[in-house]
């Protein structure tokens, strides 16, 4: 699976839009994007995932560049419970399932 | 309802002893998997499982093995612990390549 970048940290302010990069230079076509988070002392949390066509849900957006090299979440409206560790994620889907590795992620700090 | 719940949630005991985490899940998926975060906070995959294939990560010691009496339950048994498998275990679930639906988390001390 390609090797994604994150910053290691961001701050957004409550109700404003939030927007997490993510670069996947080494992406190869067949490697789905995806985003899940991490609130402190809980489990990760699915958010979104895509492959080519950006994609929208109730949490977030997904923005995949037209060359797939990046890609940005956006949450719209973040709110003070939308601080956590955003984690993005290359990964081919194949027969093992959805065997995810974690890099280091971005810690998002939404203030008042 | 929990979907993936893991018992224990705290576990403390000492080098050299045997444990298991439990993990169970109620989503009628296909795979589970097991995660450990270490006091760095990096997650890191374990095993993936279904009733056809285990998946180990070359990486974790054979002290740890994965047992599945029923394809709702995928429970972590670790021999012969040391001080370096203190961390925090998730387990986790997905219906073939869907989201993985991950459990609360078990936080393990070995003193």
């Known amino acids: 699976d390609a090797k994604t970048t994150q910053p290691p940290s961001m701050d957004c302010a409550e109700g404003r839009a939030a927007n997490l990069p993510c670069n996947h230079s080494?992406?190869?076509?067949?490697?789905?994007v995806y985003w899940y988070r991490q609130i402190h002392s809980q489990g990760p949390q699915y958010i979104i995932h895509g492959l080519k066509n950006n994609e929208t849900n109730e949490m977030a957006s997904l923005i995949i560049t037209e060359d797939r090299k990046s890609s940005t979440l956006i949450l719209p409206h973040a709110t003070l419970r939308d601080t956590a560790v955003y984690y993005c994620i290359a990964l081919m889907n194949n027969n093992a399932g959805n065997m995810l590795t974690f890099g280091g992620g971005t810690r998002l700090m939404v203030k008042p | 309802d929990t979907a993936v719940s893991q018992t224990p949630k705290y576990l403390v005991t000492q080098m050299g002893n045997d444990k298991s985490i439990k993990c169970e899940q109620n989503l009628g998926h296909d795979t589970m998997y097991w995660y450990k975060q270490d006091s760095k906070k990096f997650l890191k995959i374990m095993f993936s499982y279904n009733n056809k294939e285990l998946i180990i990560n070359e990486t974790v010691p054979n002290r740890f093995s994965p047992k599945s009496p029923d394809k709702a339950h995928l429970n972590l048994h670790i021999n012969s612990l040391e001080l370096g498998d203190s961390a925090v275990y998730f387990c986790a679930s997905s219906q073939g390549f869907g989201e993985l639906f991950f459990g609360e988390g078990s936080r393990l001390t070995v003193l």
């Open positions: 080494t992406i190869s076509g067949n490697e789905y």
